[in-house]
């Protein structure tokens, strides 16, 4: 059932050049991604963000830095928007001692318990249940943090997604459930894979709140999930989130993307979240040429120096290739 109402919020200049500076490092650090991949400096599967920038972004300004993220193995974007440095996530996936996840993880399976991301998911639809899990535990501790757990269309396909939202409406947990529906599962398209079409209504099925949001609108992302936060909040528990976004490369590094006409990836390509967002700066004058000019060199410095950071630094030692596998003490199940 759709939750959408009229209400605006009214977006400051400040929020915008946020958007702005935030989304161009994404796009700029995935970017810098694909050439190095290219370049064999990063190995193994790899998975680019680019054109869903807006939904970090929105994310970010409706929620706290306390609520957990946790998300499938397209990754880096949404762990650059929690606050992990662009220097370790980069050093990550050159499998290097400074990356994020110890150089161990790689592009799949970035972590940061400091920052409240907690991963970076290889097994489709598996963070849907631990997302689940991390909400319980919040709502167990008596907190008013929320969980944003985040994957693809292909993803809800999965059984984990039905099971989940049992649980998750039965307990009333503060999780938000993101579809990022960028059309395409790897190399096929919605309509190939589900009689149902608008994916928010699976949400139906167990009485869950749900909306259908446009992915490359950062003020609806922002709207969206500021809704569904503050329901689960107030103890409202969780909601279904249809974000329809689109991603201009292919599903991962080794997708040549074939399945799609060029003339639908222009189509999104004049919906650019990023151009967007600048276009609303320069209409309010809230930034002059030279000021945009130092953001974008600002981001460039920091790609820069992030693919400097990951060349530079060492190699895990071979003592680390059993750690942080099992558990090395006993842990209590059960906390008085």
Not at 6 to 27: A, G, H, N, S
Not at 33 to 41: F, R
Not at 270 to 291: C, M
Request: proline content about 3%.
């Amino acid at each position: 059932m759709q939750t959408k109402t009229d209400v605006k919020t009214k977006f400051t200049k400040e929020t915008y050049l946020y958007w702005y500076e935030l989304m161009l490092l994404l796009r700029r650090f995935e970017e810098k991604t694909g050439q190095l991949y290219g370049m064999q400096k990063i190995r193994g599967f790899c998975h680019l963000y680019i054109g869903q920038e807006a939904i970090a972004a929105g994310a970010m300004t409706a929620t706290k830095p306390e609520d957990k993220f946790i998300t499938a193995y397209r990754d880096h974007a949404l762990a650059i928007a929690k606050g992990i440095s662009a220097k370790a996530c980069m050093a990550e996936m050159y499998g290097k001692a400074t990356g994020c996840s110890k150089g161990k993880g790689g592009s799949m399976h970035f972590f940061s318990k400091e920052h409240n991301f907690f991963g970076g998911h290889g097994i489709v639809g598996a963070q849907i249940g631990t997302g689940a899990g991390l909400a319980l535990a919040e709502q167990y501790q008596g907190t008013d943090n929320v969980v944003l757990c985040f994957f693809g269309d292909g993803a809800a396909r999965q059984g984990m997604l039905h099971e989940t939202f049992n649980m998750a409406m039965t307990w009333k947990l503060p999780v938000i459930f993101i579809c990022e529906n960028n059309m395409y599962a790897m190399g096929t398209s919605v309509e190939r894979t589900s009689n149902v079409l608008d994916i928010y209504k699976l949400a139906d099925a167990y009485e869950m709140p749900a909306d259908s949001i446009d992915g490359m609108s950062c003020e609806a992302v922002h709207e969206g999930v500021d809704r569904a936060v503050k329901r689960a909040r107030e103890n409202g528990g969780p909601t279904l989130l249809e974000i329809k976004t689109y991603r201009y490369r292919g599903h991962s590094m080794s997708d040549p993307a074939k399945y799609r006409t060029k003339e639908e990836l222009e189509e999104y390509k004049q919906k650019d979240p990023i151009q967007q967002v600048l276009n609303v700066i320069e209409k309010n004058k809230w930034a002059t040429e030279a000021e945009i000019e130092a953001i974008n060199d600002r981001v460039k410095a920091e790609v820069e120096e992030c693919v400097q950071f990951a060349e530079e630094s060492p190699w895990p030692s071979d003592d680390e290739l059993l750690k942080d596998v099992y558990v090395q003490e006993d842990y209590p199940f059960i906390v008085d």
